[in-house]
């Protein structure tokens, strides 16, 4: 048999393990909070410190507005009036099998025509197109006669403008517009190989040439060249 004692003595322990375990669990549940609300505030500065670094960086470094600004479109130049080359033999022929077309009232479709007269062309004796080859050589004669007459008529800066839209056009892939040459500015001069050569009247011996022979050409072609540069400033001063 128990004794009144030992009672007394369980009944106490029984009582306080309760109250022990309930402290252990509020003392974690405590622990538990406060790393949540540590953690929460850390959180909370690291978002505010980022957040105030974009703003300041936004601030410090704002980015400048830029104009667009349209692009210059280069001035188009007109085309100095000159003497029109004139067609080929084959191109009289052309036009000509064009005229027969049109005067006979049938509407002219080019390609269509174009073939019907290619085939017409291989058709006619030598003698046949002869007349068209003497027709295009004389309007050659003609043309080249008009060009010399016009070339003569231009100024220096006229020279240099359509020269100067002629080579932009021959940039482009435009074909078939050689620079005009000047007929009144004074030519350039020969070099010293070329003199050398007129004089031996051959090409392969300069290099062979005694160097006396060669510091005599390179001499005449340095005071032909300079001759050469004192008559063409002349020549532009006098003709702006």
Do not use: C
């Not at 936004?58 to 104009?67: L, M, N, V």
């Not at 006619?124 to 050589?137: E, I, R, T």
């Amino acid at each position: 048999m128990f004794s009144l004692s030992a009672f007394r003595s369980a009944l106490t322990l029984s009582a306080a393990q309760p109250v022990r375990a309930m402290s252990v669990k509020a003392a974690a549940a405590s622990a538990t909070t406060k790393t949540r609300t540590k953690k929460a505030s850390s959180t909370t500065s690291t978002k505010a410190a980022s957040t105030k670094g974009k703003a300041t960086k936004k601030e410090s470094s704002p980015k400048p507005k830029t104009k667009k600004v349209a692009p210059v479109k280069p001035k188009k130049v007109e085309a100095l009036s000159m003497p029109k080359r004139p067609s080929t033999a084959w191109g009289l022929f052309f036009v000509e099998h064009l005229d027969k077309v049109r005067a006979s009232g049938k509407a002219v479709v080019p390609t269509t025509e174009t073939v019907i007269a290619s085939a017409q062309w291989k058709q006619l004796s030598d003698a046949q197109k002869q007349v068209y080859k003497d027709k295009y050589n004389a309007n050659l004669i003609e043309f080249k006669k008009n060009t010399s007459k016009r070339l003569e008529e231009l100024t220096p800066e006229e020279f240099k403008i359509e020269n100067a839209r002629r080579q932009a056009l021959r940039a482009a892939g435009k074909r078939g517009l050689p620079s005009l040459k000047d007929p009144n500015a004074p030519k350039r001069p020969l070099s010293s190989f070329f003199r050398y050569a007129q004089d031996q009247r051959t090409t392969g011996n300069w290099s062979k040439a005694p160097e006396h022979e060669k510091s005599r050409y390179t001499e005449l072609a340095r005071e032909a060249n300079e001759k050469y540069k004192a008559e063409r400033a002349a020549y532009l001063a006098a003709n702006p």
